[in-house]
């Protein structure tokens, strides 16, 4: 019950700004009035092949659908899988079991294991739902990327991008106050549970 209290307050928190709303709306707009735009696409076979074989070997979730029955699944078991995956895209609806979750708590290193804020919640959901989660999100990623939708400095989540590359230009900027004898100011932030606090701005 400690943990559930700790971990629940987080999820059942809604934005004040009504920002949530307009957002689905937009997203709504944009499928009723835009068929043919390339997010909207039916998902390919080509599309579907590579999520499943990219598929980790990770634990199932509610539905008891492993990862290695789905990268085992025929040409003709795929393609139902295909057509399932397109009905639940196009309709916006997802099957129950696939927005339920088994959370389980895992230790922080070196952290008090009687408190509660010690543990992580880790979720397993469906490994169905995370392959088409996998395809949209790379359709997005592909959308964001061509439409230079993401600031240049983000480089966490991107192909070709790592967090090394924001740490080079730190010590650029540091090398270069040096040699112009200026000073050079760095904030670092560790946000408590930024993930789940911070605004899309």
Same mark, same amino acid.
């Given at each position: 019950? #400690?943990?559930l209290?700790?971990?629940?307050? @987080?999820?059942?928190?809604?934005?004040?700004?009504?920002?949530?709303?307009?957002y689905?709306?937009?997203i709504q707009?944009?499928?009723?009035?835009?068929?043919?735009h390339?997010?909207?696409l039916? @998902?390919s076979?080509t599309?579907?092949?590579?999520?499943?074989?990219?598929?980790?070997?990770?634990a199932?979730?509610?539905?008891?659908?492993?990862n290695?029955?789905?990268?085992?699944?025929?040409?003709?078991?795929?393609?139902t899988?295909?057509?399932?995956?397109?009905i639940?895209?196009?309709?916006?609806?997802l099957?129950?079991?696939?927005?339920?979750?088994?959370v389980?708590?895992?230790?922080?290193?070196?952290?008090?294991?009687?408190?509660?804020?010690?543990?992580?919640?880790i979720?397993?959901?469906?490994?169905?739902?995370?392959?088409?989660?996998? @395809?949209?999100?790379?359709r997005?990623?592909?959308?964001?990327?061509?439409?230079?939708?993401?600031?240049?400095?983000q #480089?966490?989540?991107r192909?070709?991008?790592t967090?090394?590359?924001?740490?080079?230009r730190?010590?650029s900027? @540091?090398?270069n106050?040096?040699?112009?004898?200026?000073s #050079?100011?760095?904030?670092?932030?560790?946000i408590e549970?930024?993930?789940?606090?911070?605004?899309?701005?």
């Amino acid at each position: 019950q #400690t943990l559930l209290n700790q971990f629940c307050p @987080i999820e059942k928190e809604e934005r004040k700004d009504g920002r949530t709303e307009l957002y689905k709306q937009i997203i709504q707009d944009a499928i009723d009035n835009n068929e043919i735009h390339p997010l909207n696409l039916p @998902i390919s076979k080509t599309k579907l092949n590579i999520s499943i074989n990219r598929l980790p070997n990770k634990a199932m979730g509610r539905d008891k659908v492993h990862n290695e029955m789905i990268t085992k699944l025929d040409k003709e078991n795929r393609c139902t899988l295909l057509e399932l995956l397109n009905i639940s895209f196009s309709s916006g609806y997802l099957p129950p079991e696939w927005k339920n979750a088994i959370v389980v708590p895992i230790p922080k290193p070196n952290k008090p294991p009687n408190l509660p804020d010690s543990y992580r919640p880790i979720s397993l959901t469906s490994c169905l739902c995370k392959v088409l989660e996998r @395809i949209i999100n790379n359709r997005l990623k592909w959308y964001a990327e061509k439409n230079r939708l993401l600031p240049k400095f983000q #480089t966490g989540f991107r192909n070709g991008c790592t967090t090394t590359d924001n740490l080079i230009r730190l010590e650029s900027a @540091i090398n270069n106050g040096f040699n112009e004898n200026k000073s #050079t100011t760095a904030v670092f932030l560790d946000i408590e549970k930024a993930y789940h606090y911070t605004t899309e701005e």
